[in-house]
C-alpha cells in the first residue's frame, strides 16, 4: 500500500520559533510538493521539488523554506513562525512517469502558531 | 495569472440524484485534469484524469467531461448516495516532469437521504 506520511497530525508553536515538518513518501517518486490548505482558499502551492537537491517556488514560498537531501523525504521549514502560518500542511507526490499522474497526499499536519 | 475556478462553494443534493460540479480555467493549457475528493481532516484522494485530447471519462458512478475551448471540465456523480458527501477538488497539471499542479478550492458537496 502506497503511502506518504508526515511527521505530526496536530502541532502547536509560539510565534519565532522554527519549525520542521517532516515529509516521506515510499513509493519512489521524483517529484514532492507542500501544500497549506484554508477555509475559502483551497490548496495553495508553497514549494515543490522535482529531484533530490532541487527545489521550486510555489504561490506563496514567503516565510517558508524547503529541504531534499534525500529522494523519499521533502521537509518544511518555517524560519520564525507567525500567528499566520496557522494552517493545515500538506504534502503529497507523485511520479512525472506513468499514466495516471496522480499526486498521493499524506494525512495533513494542522499547525496553530500561538 | 493562471487561474482555477470552482463555483459552487458548496451543493446540497438529494440522494439519487446526479451531482454536476463545474471547473473552470484561465491562462492555462494543462496536459492533464484530475478531480480529488477530501473528507474532512484528511488529504485529498485522486478519483480520475483526463486528458486534454479527451472529451470524457468514466468511472463506475463517476463521469468527467473536458472541453479545452470552454476550458472548463464538469464532474458527474450519478445515482448519488449520502457516502459521496465531500469535498470535491479539480486540478490542471502541465506537460513538464516540472510543471506546478494548480488546484480549485473545492466544492462541499452534501447529499440529503
Known amino acids: 500500500d502506497v503511502k506518504v506520511t508526515q511527521s505530526s497530525r496536530y502541532l502547536v508553536k509560539r510565534t519565532g520559533e522554527k519549525v520542521f515538518l517532516e515529509c516521506v513518501q515510499d513509493m519512489d517518486h521524483e517529484n514532492m510538493f507542500w501544500y497549506r490548505q484554508d477555509p475559502g482558499l483551497g490548496l495553495r502551492l508553497i514549494y515543490f521539488s522535482y529531484d533530490v537537491k532541487m527545489k521550486e517556488k510555489g504561490d506563496i514560498p514567503e516565510g517558508y523554506s524547503v529541504s531534499r537531501e534525500k529522494k523519499e523525504r521533502f521537509s518544511l521549514i518555517l524560519e520564525s513562525a507567525s500567528t499566520n502560518q496557522t494552517s493545515m500542511y500538506l504534502c503529497a507526490s507523485k511520479s512525472p512517469r506513468g499514466p495516471r499522474q496522480e499526486q498521493f497526499f499524506g494525512p495533513g499536519t494542522r499547525l496553530t502558531v500561538l | 495569472s493562471q487561474k482555477i475556478e470552482q463555483n459552487s462553494e458548496a451543493l446540497n443534493i438529494q440522494e439519487g440524484k446526479t451531482a454536476t460540479l463545474t471547473c473552470n480555467y484561465t491562462?492555462?493549457?494543462?496536459?492533464?485534469l484530475q478531480w480529488y475528493r477530501q473528507d474532512p481532516g484528511r488529504g485529498p484522494v485522486f478519483l480520475l484524469l483526463i486528458r486534454e485530447n479527451e472529451k470524457e471519462k468514466r468511472k463506475e458512478r463517476l463521469k468527467v467531461t473536458f472541453d479545452t475551448t470552454l476550458k472548463q471540465s464538469l464532474f458527474h456523480i450519478t445515482a448519488s448516495q449520502p457516502a459521496d458527501s465531500a469535498t470535491y477538488l479539480c486540478?490542471?497539471?502541465?506537460?513538464?516532469?516540472?510543471?506546478?499542479?494548480?488546484f480549485g478550492s473545492g466544492t462541499r458537496l452534501s447529499i440529503r437521504p
Open positions: 486540478a490542471l497539471d502541465g506537460y513538464s516532469s516540472a510543471s506546478k499542479i494548480i
Open positions: 491562462n492555462y493549457s494543462p496536459a492533464y
